[in-house]
Structures are given as structure tokens and as C-alpha cells.
């Protein structure tokens, strides 16, 4: 009986995310980024994205969590300086957790503060070089800023990483345009 209560809890440990949390460092991460530069169709590589975004969504504590879901739903009610108090905790807590990087870089962009959201940016990137998400926020800065050419090599980066990303083809696109550099 002791045997058999043994292997049940290693099967059901071995079902959970490794560490019974998850951030940039989920070992399903590396599958889903070879899974999402196979993707076929815009519709198939946005339902891998959103099981990223999961993930890193995912805080590696409850504590985390819960400063997560609470900063989020500040942005969502637009209470903008809440979540930015919210986020600069969660970094205070766990620099190297990624997301709280990306989402104060987040409040920043919405608070037309763009060096402080570059800054945070940055830091994402350092810990998570995938991030789709800061690299194309990267791309809105510097449209913010009028630096076309380096829009242009954010939403190149993120479709270099995700190459069915509408969004980031139809910037791109879009910036070449108005740089009169779009191919015919």
C-alpha cells in the first residue's frame, strides 16, 4: 500500500510544472518556442503563444502571484501608478523573475515614460532573450520616438521568433511603408 501511495505521488509531482511554479526558466518553454517557429498558421502560433504567455505569467511564488493578478488587474482598471507600485515590489522580491520586468515596462509605455520602459525592457530581455512581448513593446517605444529603422529590427526580431506574429508583420510592414522601403 505504501509502495503504490509512492508511485501515484511521483506520477502526480511529475505531471506538475517543475517546481510547481513557472517563469522564463519552464523547462516546456524550449518545446514551445522550436513548436511555435514550426507553426503553419497565424491561428496556430497564437495559441502557442498564449501557452507562453502562461508561463510567464505564472510567478515562481504565491506571494508573486498574487502581486501578479493585482498588478495586472490595476492595468486593467487603468490605475496605472497601483500597478506600477505593484510591479516595482515584485522585482524588488525577484529581480530575475522576468514578467515583473516586462509588465512595469508595461505601466511605463502607458505612462508615456520611454526610457524607463526601454530600461525595463532591457532587463527582460537579459533574463528571457525570447520575449516576443518586450521585444515588440521595444517596437512601440521607439514608433513612439519616430525611430522607424529601429521599430523596423524590433518586429524583426519578434518574427524571427515567431514568424506567423500578424501584429509584428503588419508594424513591420507598416514601417517600411513609411520608410518607402517595402518590397514589391
Known sequence: MALARSLLLLIFM??????????????????????LQQAATAKQAALIEQQIWDIWQTAPSS?????M????????????LLALNIFDQMIALAPDYAEGWNKRATVYYL?????ESLADIAETLK????????????????????RLREAARAYEQVLKI??????????LDAIRDALGERDI
Not at 71 to 76: C, D, E, H, I
Not at 111 to 115: A, D, F, G
Request: no cysteine.
Open 14 to 35: 511529475a505531471l506538475l510544472p517543475a517546481g510547481g511554479s513557472a517563469d522564463q526558466s519552464d523547462l516546456r518553454l524550449p518545446g514551445l518556442f522550436d513548436e
Open 63 to 67: 506571494e508573486l502571484q498574487g502581486l
Open 69 to 80: 493578478q493585482a498588478g495586472m488587474q490595476a492595468m486593467n482598471r487603468a490605475d496605472l
Open 111 to 115: 505612462l508615456r515614460n520611454w526610457p
Open 127 to 146: 533574463r528571457e532573450p525570447r520575449h516576443f512581448g518586450a521585444i515588440a513593446g521595444r517596437g512601440l517605444v521607439h514608433i513612439q520616438g519616430n
Open 162 to 171: 515567431s514568424p506567423q506574429n500578424p501584429g509584428s508583420r503588419s508594424h
